[in-house]
């Protein structure tokens, strides 16, 4: 591939709104793919939850707590995150990519319950790190009027490795060692993409700010600038980020295990929802992000996080067995549009040389609200003996998560120049 400004021709299936040259193609793609493998693993203990408890003795109330576990990861993933702000994004996006995939295959070799949790937290330590700097790059190499598109082209990586998963899911009854294979066939695809990422180019605003003369002796100046200039879209964008967490981590994570436990859905029954269901609420998906480009980032972003509160409420009010597919589509949809877009907004409203610092907070703050929801989600259960009950309650914080979005800047159609010296 060149830089020579070429037209892109892989990306324009997905119909971009403006034209993507060959270098900025080659960007989305490598950092694409990392989102379609982080799809694919992070969907993984989702859906052979059943199976891997059986394996590992998992009591039931502590399903949820065991997910919390994982996400205390997301602390030492904002220290890697924001060092991207000093050493730069290309360095330790080679770095993430290897790190989960040498903790992936080792998950799949864990033998028992502790050696599972640790593998996963160090997986999810190098993924999470991943995820945030994937925003970053996106957010800093696309055009003001393409940021919404490329946030939800990743959402649709997302979504083809969700539906992988998925698939392979549907013959876990076949596939020798189980469950423990689908982790398997998940690290050795992460290893060939961090082999092809060291053609990825670092950031055209990072090697200028670079120029500039930003080094390891600003951290503690950049970390005063960001809490004294922008306290307040902070803050702001930072508790819609915490509130949509909280409300969403407990129902996405337990969405495939009550689908087979309450609606009866077997491993196959499952995939058959979750594949075409993926691959709708792609191009929905994709759909919202052009709209948002076109329309606002703000109500697309409220629209979204309310059809993901509508969708999940009435999916665990538990109602008949062949409306699960079409709530479960609903709620899925709004939930990743609703978290790509508020991603975004986070990225969007702060200077290059504060991105990854406040990409990785974002991050930290969305992950330990749902960590904090998904351990209260197994004190509702003893409560409620039934999680369908405990997870509609939990949904109670995405008011606030949309009133916090009504206070945000509007982004859209505006460079990244231009809402730093709005602040």
Known sequence: MTDDGTPAKFLSLLHPPVVIDRRTERVMLLVGAAALFAGYDVNIFGLATPQIQHALNIPENQVGLTLAYFRTAAVMALL???SADLIGRRRLLLATIFGQAIFTLATAFAPNYLSFVAAQIFTRIFGYAEEMLCFVVVAEEIAAGARGWANSALVAFYFVGAGLASAFFAMIEILPYGWRALYFLGAIPLFLVGVLRRRLPETKRFENQRKSGLGVSA??????????QYPLRVFTAISAAGAFGFA??????LAQKYLQE?????????SLVLIPGGLLGLGLAIMAGRLSDRIGRKPVAITMVGLCGIGFFLFFGHGPAWAAPILWITAFLGYFSGETLIAGYALEIVPTHYRATIGGLRYLVEIGAGAAALALEGALYDGFHNHGPALQWLLVSLPIAMGALLLLPEPAGKSLEELAADA
């Open 80 to 82: 890697i995150a924001a």
């Open 219 to 228: 951290l503690l100046a950049l970390l005063r600038d960001i809490a004294v």
């Open 248 to 253: 969403a981590a407990p129902a996405t994570f």
């Open 262 to 270: 309450a609606y009866h859905y077997s491993p196959g029954q499952t």
